[in-house]
């Protein structure tokens, strides 16, 4: 064999070898299912916080979850995650840098995670990596104490979710009920508006059953209505990505406005809820509370 023969058979087998290690050098990671949420947490109050359209793996969202690591998971035990929980799109390379890490601090002090899906979690094949990592179906419900919170998907909000909703919420003896789902209902978001599909198929279940708050995201702003028929409406989309300005006239009661990055931090016990809005300095953007 010449020396031209050779130098072709060595680029030949260094090439298979490379095509022969790439899927394991472009392997997904392995995901570990360690936040599965917790179907009841008993107790004679509830607390959680509330944050929306918050993966990028920013300096904006180290600096939220910093805050929000302040309070105790005794008191204050679970996270709720109001979707676009990774962005652009919820890549199984992308949960560990941009939810694990930034979270880490509170993932380590034991807080219940429960997510949301959002429209950038839900392009990457409906979500299926985060629901891997978390065991989350598609939408579900939960019990923190005297409160009852429902998740839902609002990608696919169809007949059948319609369906569970009315008649969970129908059989709920929780004195708080409470629905999460990405999608605002009602916002003045000058990027989302409000969003017909769920006025129509949605508002009219919560109206029914006397739901108290419903929480979103998908706006990058804050914003919260006064009571439309029972239910309270909050927009919680500040939660690290670039923010979205807002419409100064609207078709609802809106209460309060503020494109800021910022959390929810939700109490209450059988008597009454609080809801404080805190912005990434740590200021009080706006507080409601509602009683029974």
């Known amino acids: 064999m010449n020396r031209r023969d050779f130098l072709k058979l060595l680029l030949l087998s260094s090439a298979s070898l490379a095509l022969k290690a790439s899927p394991l050098q472009f392997a997904p990671p392995i995901i570990s299912a360690r936040n599965k949420w917790?179907?009841?947490?008993s107790s004679e109050s509830f607390g959680f916080i509330a944050m929306g359209d918050m993966g990028t793996?920013?300096?904006t969202q180290y600096?939220?979850?910093k805050l929000a690591n302040n309070f105790s998971p005794e008191n204050t035990p679970a996270v709720i995650l109001l979707g676009d929980i990774i962005?652009?799109?919820?890549k199984p390379e992308l949960i560990d840098p941009n939810?694990?890490?930034p979270f880490a601090p509170m993932l380590e002090k034991g807080f219940k995670f429960y997510p949301v899906w959002g429209n950038h979690d839900w392009i990457a094949d409906k979500a299926v990596h985060l629901k891997s990592y978390f065991l989350a179906p598609d939408y579900y419900n939960f019990r923190i104490g005297p409160s009852e919170i429902w998740n839902l998907n609002s990608n696919e909000f169809d007949q059948k979710q319609a369906n569970w909703l009315n008649s969970s919420l129908a059989s709920s003896q929780a004195i708080w009920?409470?629905?999460n789902l990405h999608h605002s209902p009602y916002s003045s978001g000058l990027v989302h508006h409000n969003n017909v599909h769920l006025?129509?198929?949605?508002?009219?279940?919560?109206?029914a059953h006397g739901v108290d708050l419903c929480l979103s995201g998908h706006n990058h702003l804050y914003e919260r209505t006064d009571k439309i028929n029972s239910t309270v409406y909050?927009?919680?989309?500040?939660?690290?990505?670039s923010l979205h300005k807002f419409a100064d006239k609207v078709d609802f009661p809106r209460l309060s406005i503020n494109s800021s990055h910022h959390f929810l931090h939700v109490t209450g016990n059988y008597l009454n809820l609080s809801l404080k809005s805190i912005d990434i300095k740590g200021n009080l953007i706006d507080q409601t509370a509602l009683t029974k």
């Open 38 to 41: 917790v179907p009841k947490i």
């Open 57 to 59: 793996g920013w300096k």
């Open 63 to 65: 600096e939220l979850i």
């Open 87 to 90: 962005y652009p799109s919820a």
């Open 99 to 101: 939810f694990i890490k």
């Open 177 to 179: 009920k409470i629905v």
């Open 199 to 207: 006025i129509k198929n949605l508002c009219p279940i919560l109206d």
């Open 234 to 241: 909050v927009v919680s989309g500040g939660g690290s990505a």
